[in-house]
């Protein structure tokens, strides 16, 4: 399994701004996924971001608004740029351990006003 | 291409009553299967798993087994405590066009009274 964290765990924000949120990882890892939840749904992948390439999107997704830095093996961002309230949603990052199998930061809990 | 139905919640049930969470699949190939839960604001938890046909996946009095013949993995329990509730999801990966992607069912809540 692995441990992961992310920060912030929460946080309200003003339309048209931008949120960086972090995800680490206790182990080094190839992959690292970015999911959204909105609210009383299941999640969508946003990107799967490897290190030392370039993240790759899901379609509806795009670099400009979701830009996903991946600078090593236990470490992401995913920023939410230019945000409005459709943004507001849980947004979880996580990661493949073994053959398929992945776990789940805590998710953070991102209210746009 | 791939994809996972659950059952609709809410699924309410009483203390100690059996619980079947129904979710079916399609997929290309032969892809693992799992269960997640999320406890209320809180995360997903991988709750089991099985990688291939007729495997039982198992944890915390939970169970399911991968029935490729009806291409199905229900989740079952047989006394459901109140500390159950939660949203479960169904999900598939593995498969030869995933690329270490998971494909997840719509949840299912489950609210389980005293």
């Known amino acids: 399994s692995a441990v992961i964290s992310q920060k912030p765990s929460r946080d309200i924000c003003q339309r048209g701004t931008s949120l960086t949120i972090q995800c680490q990882v206790d182990s080094q890892v190839t992959m690292m996924f970015w999911y959204r939840q909105q609210p009383g749904q299941s999640l969508t992948l946003i990107a799967t971001a490897n290190q030392g390439s370039e993240a790759t999107y899901e379609s509806g997704f795009v670099i400009d608004k979701f830009p996903i830095s991946r600078p090593n093996l236990t470490f992401s961002t995913l920023t939410v740029s230019n945000m409005s309230p459709e943004d507001s949603s849980i947004y979880l990052c996580?990661?493949?351990?073994?053959?398929?199998?992945?776990?789940f930061g805590p998710g953070t809990r991102l209210t746009v006003l | 291409g791939n994809s996972v139905t659950q059952m609709e919640g809410p699924v309410t049930l009483s203390e100690e009553a059996f619980l079947t969470i129904n979710c079916t699949y399609t997929a290309t190939g032969y892809p693992s299967l799992f269960w997640y839960v999320q406890y209320p604001g809180e995360g997903l938890q991988l709750l089991l798993k099985a990688t291939k046909a007729d495997d039982k996946g198992s944890n915390k009095g939970f169970e399911a087994t991968y029935r490729k013949e009806t291409t199905s993995f229900h989740l079952e329990k047989g006394s459901v405590q109140v500390s159950d509730s939660a949203v479960y999801f169904c999900a598939l990966g593995g498969t030869t066009d995933s690329w270490g992607k998971l494909q997840f069912g719509a949840g299912t809540q489950v609210v389980v009274t005293p």
């Open positions: 996580s990661v493949e351990v073994g053959t398929d199998t992945q776990y």
